[in-house]
């Protein structure tokens, strides 16, 4: 079977006819195969879905119990027939959860990403290359200005500025799904173990990485009304970046404002939100780790997918490699 029959670009996002199922749909469908769950991957509304045990959990955590007519867990490494196409569930590395998908049938291997990372996060597995004759890659920062500093050194540059600004409330912005509990967990394996303060919208999703035996350490509310202002100074406090639009982020003692994302590498960008303090720590990865990660695994083609495309494709094709833009819609970078 020639892959670009097995698996192809549809409205509804990328189809497999054979199996008649979607993976990682933007709109509602009769049977969904979602990679991990972050809302522009993961929606509410389909009539049945297959995924991992966390993403089910996290989509029930985001959307409430009845976010689907029926589900499926897909333990990882073990392979499921649909209507005769056999499905593999592999770790991306992302967030919790997350999970590449193997498409396979009459001698036709395509791995779908999804989101993914190499770089060690203590909060999910790694990701695990798959030999595959196509692989469809994300490219968000699929452009070669893309590199990204080590982990480590930007969470000492918060710690240092812990301790050259004690008077000032240290308020961050992280996504709350996966990137908020790397964060925490990155800031206790630099040896930070003072009481977090997070944002309720937090909460739950952290609530549940303990649960999965992540140990995040101690974490206290900061949506307590009637704090006073100096209550929190020399803390960090962790929200999400909607938060920042609100009050919420200026009731803390002389607000320090930090965004943790991959984006902080272009400096205009911390400079439209109003940065102080930019960590680049991104749960994607950059153009060397995109690169490397295409020639580990040696696919036949590779198709790529949501981020800067024509950059990565002309990359492949240098290198001797068929690729192709899938130009699919509605995905956008919720997990930076």
Same mark, same amino acid.
Request: include cysteine.
């Given at each position: @079977?020639?892959?670009?029959?097995?698996?192809?670009?549809?409205p509804?996002?990328l189809?497999?006819? &054979?199996?008649?199922?979607?993976?990682?749909p933007?709109?509602?469908? $009769?049977?969904?195969?979602?990679?991990h769950?972050?809302?522009?991957?993961?929606?509410?509304?389909?009539a /049945?879905?297959?995924a991992?045990?966390?993403t089910l959990d *996290?989509?029930?955590?985001?959307? #409430?119990d #009845?976010?689907?007519g029926?589900?499926?867990v897909a333990r990882l490494g073990?392979?499921?027939?649909?209507?005769?196409?056999?499905v593999?569930? /592999?770790?991306?590395? /992302?967030v919790?959860?997350?999970a590449?998908?193997?498409v396979?049938a009459?001698? +036709?291997?395509i791995?779908?990403s999804g989101?993914?990372?190499?770089?060690?996060?203590p909060?999910?597995?790694?990701?695990?290359?798959?030999?595959?004759?196509?692989?469809? &890659?994300?490219a &968000?920062?699929?452009?070669?200005?893309?590199?990204?500093?080590d982990d480590?050194?930007e969470v000492?540059? %918060?710690? @240092?500025s %812990?301790?050259?600004f004690p008077?000032?409330?240290h308020?961050v #912005?992280?996504?709350?799904?996966g990137?908020?509990?790397? =964060? *925490?967990?990155?800031?206790?394996q630099?040896?930070?173990? $003072?009481p977090?303060?997070?944002? #309720?919208?937090? !909460?739950?999703?952290?609530?549940?990485y303990?649960?999965?035996?992540?140990? %995040?350490?101690?974490?206290r509310?900061?949506?307590i009304?009637?704090a006073g202002r100096?209550?929190?100074?020399g803390a960090i406090?962790?929200?999400?970046?909607?938060?920042?639009a609100?009050?919420?982020?200026?009731?803390?003692?002389?607000p320090?404002?930090?965004?943790?994302?991959?984006? @902080?590498?272009?400096?205009?960008? !911390?400079k439209?939100?109003g940065?102080? =303090?930019?960590?680049?720590?991104s749960d994607?990865c950059?153009?060397?780790?995109?690169?490397?990660?295409?020639?580990?695994?040696?696919?036949?083609?590779v198709?790529?997918t949501?981020?800067?495309?024509e +950059?990565?494709?002309r990359?492949?094709?240098?290198?001797g490699?068929?690729?192709?833009?899938l130009?699919?819609?509605?995905?956008?970078?919720e997990?930076?």
């Open positions: @079977m020639k892959p670009e029959t097995l698996l192809y670009p549809a509804k996002g189809y497999c006819q &054979t199996g008649d199922f979607y993976i990682d933007v709109q509602p469908v $009769e049977r969904a195969l979602i990679t769950g972050h809302s522009d991957h993961a929606r509410a509304g389909h /049945h879905v297959l991992t045990r966390e *996290i989509m029930a955590i985001r959307y #409430g #009845g976010f689907c029926t589900s499926e073990e392979t499921i027939a649909i209507n005769g196409v056999r593999t569930f /592999h770790p991306a590395g /992302h919790l959860g997350s590449q998908i193997s396979e009459e001698g +036709a291997r791995v779908v989101d993914y990372k190499r770089r060690p996060d909060t999910c597995l790694g990701f695990e290359p798959v030999p595959c004759d196509v692989f469809i &890659t994300e &968000t920062f699929g452009l070669p200005v893309f590199h990204h500093p480590a050194a000492q540059r %918060l710690l @240092m %812990l301790r050259q008077e000032r409330a308020v #912005g992280a996504y709350a799904l990137k908020a509990q790397r =964060l *925490i967990a990155l800031l206790r630099q040896g930070y173990f $003072e977090i303060h997070i944002h #309720g919208a937090l !909460a739950k999703l952290c609530d549940y303990r649960s999965a035996g992540i140990d %995040l350490g101690d974490l509310h900061a949506t009304e009637g100096q209550d929190l100074a406090v962790i929200g999400p970046p909607s938060a920042f609100e009050r919420w982020a200026r009731r803390f003692a002389e320090l404002a930090i965004f943790a994302s991959g984006w @902080m590498l272009i400096r205009q960008r !911390a439209q939100r940065v102080e =303090l930019p960590l680049v720590i994607h950059d153009w060397a780790e995109l690169t490397e990660t295409i020639r580990e695994i040696a696919p036949g083609e198709w790529v949501h981020g800067r495309e +950059a990565l494709v990359w492949c094709q240098l290198q490699i068929p690729a192709r833009p130009h699919l819609v509605g995905y956008d970078d997990g930076e």
